[in-house]
């Protein structure tokens, strides 16, 4: 069985009676980029630094390269790190930060000159190797501690919060060149982010995790249009997925959907099995904002009634809150789209992009 270069079995962290990670089972791939992505606190720090080896194992195994590294110390495990915080030698310049892990492995000079001036060439910082730390900003600093990680060869980069400290436009450079690092050089990456977007934007696959459990491993596409549950189906994506309360009621064909302020008929096969499902009548019907056309007149008897409350412009986009009972829907539409506050609007949406998830498991049913 082919094994992947990093594999999770099992795998628990506690501290005293704080359980950070639980019952953890999952593996990296050869040449892949993995994200950890959750919310503050849901483990992910705790997960990379125990495949760094900063952290014991409190139950289960993990496998490098098919190898048991539970009681290997970090620099048996043929990995690099880069860290949200940067932790760069001060009294050495940048360009002699980045050379240490060549140095201290004996490479030749002329090496390690070759592979300092590419990642330096690679991260656009090849203006500033001759300056001490203190003499660099917190994202000149965080990208040189980015370089030092990334210079030298290893089995398995891990990268917790690395761009952290950047400016907006620096952010999305960086997530380009480590994608086309990626590509280019095979490497494979395990990356920890809370930002969606960023997972999104970089990973192959995504593990989103909640409270210690991996809720859910797929790629960017299959999060974001199958997530398993309601925590991923909220967690990913922006403007967030608008989630609503329903009551579900199969009459003839129709399965009728009643919520606060609306009432909605729809005939499909999946959504008909779907809440055939259910535990209860109740359920939440999920429905992304870019999935809901809005109209100024009520073009079918099967469009939702609401009042505007607001309108964000976001340039390529425009975000329109619509007030449908004690429910408030989120709208993308095109910015050339100009409504009122107060404006009557109807939504509309196909049941081949609705969600429908069990109210009290939380599981997409459609999943
Ligand atoms: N050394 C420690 N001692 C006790 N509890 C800890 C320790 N480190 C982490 N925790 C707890 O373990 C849980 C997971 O922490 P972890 O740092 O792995 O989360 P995270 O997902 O990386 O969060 P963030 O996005 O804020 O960095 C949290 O509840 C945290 O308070
Ligand atoms: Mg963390």
């Known amino acids: 069985m082919a094994m992947g270069v990093v594999v999770l079995q099992n795998v628990w962290k506690k501290y005293g009676d704080v ?47 098919g190898r048991e590294v539970n009681a290997l110390e970090p620099r048996q495990r043929d990995i690099a790190m880069a860290f949200e915080a940067y932790a760069l030698y001060p ?122 459990v991996l809720q859910q491993v797929g790629t960017p596409l299959e999060v974001f249009n199958h997530p398993k549950n309601l925590f991923v189906a909220n967690f990913v994506g922006e403007p967030p997925i608008n989630l609503l309360s329903v009551t579900v009621r199969q009459e003839g064909q129709d399965i009728l959907f009643t919520g606060d302020g609306f009432m909605i008929a729809m005939r499909d096969g999946r959504l008909a099995a779907a809440a055939a499902k259910l535990s209860t009548s109740k359920g939440v019907l999920g429905i992304r904002p870019m999935h809901i056309a809005l109209h100024r007149e009520s073009v079918s008897p099967h469009s939702i009634p609401g009042n505007v409350t607001l309108y964000e412009g976001l340039g390529d986009t425009a975000v329109v809150t619509v007030q449908v009972g004690g429910n408030a829907v989120r709208v993308e539409t095109s910015p050339d789209v100009s409504v009122s506050i107060g404006e009557r609007v109807f939504l509309q949406f196909s049941a081949a992009h609705v969600h429908l998830f069990d109210q009290d498991t939380g599981e997409n049913l459609l999943h």
């Open 19 to 65: 359980e950070a990670v639980k019952n953890l089972n999952l593996e990296c791939k050869e040449g892949e980029f993995l994200a950890l992505l959750g919310p503050s606190g849901c483990g992910k720090s705790s997960t990379l630094r125990m495949i760094a080896g900063l952290e014991r194992i409190t139950l289960g195994s993990i496998f490098i390269d």
């Open 91 to 212: 009294h050495l310049t940048a360009y002699e930060n980045i050379a240490f892990p060549l140095r201290v492995r004996g490479m030749r000079e002329q090496e390690v000159d070759r592979r300092v001036r590419e990642i330096a060439d690679t991260l656009d910082i090849g203006n500033i190797l001759d300056r001490l730390p203190r003499h660099l900003s917190g994202g000149q600093q965080q990208r040189i501690s980015f370089a030092r990680a990334m210079v030298r060869p290893a089995r398995v980069y891990l990268m917790d919060e690395p761009l952290s400290h950047l400016d907006a436009k620096q952010r999305s450079q960086l997530r380009s060149e480590l994608k086309r690092l990626h590509r280019f050089k095979g490497l494979t990456i395990v990356f920890v982010t809370h930002d969606q977007i960023e997972a999104m934007a970089m990973a192959d696959r995504i593990a989103v995790m909640n409270l210690g």
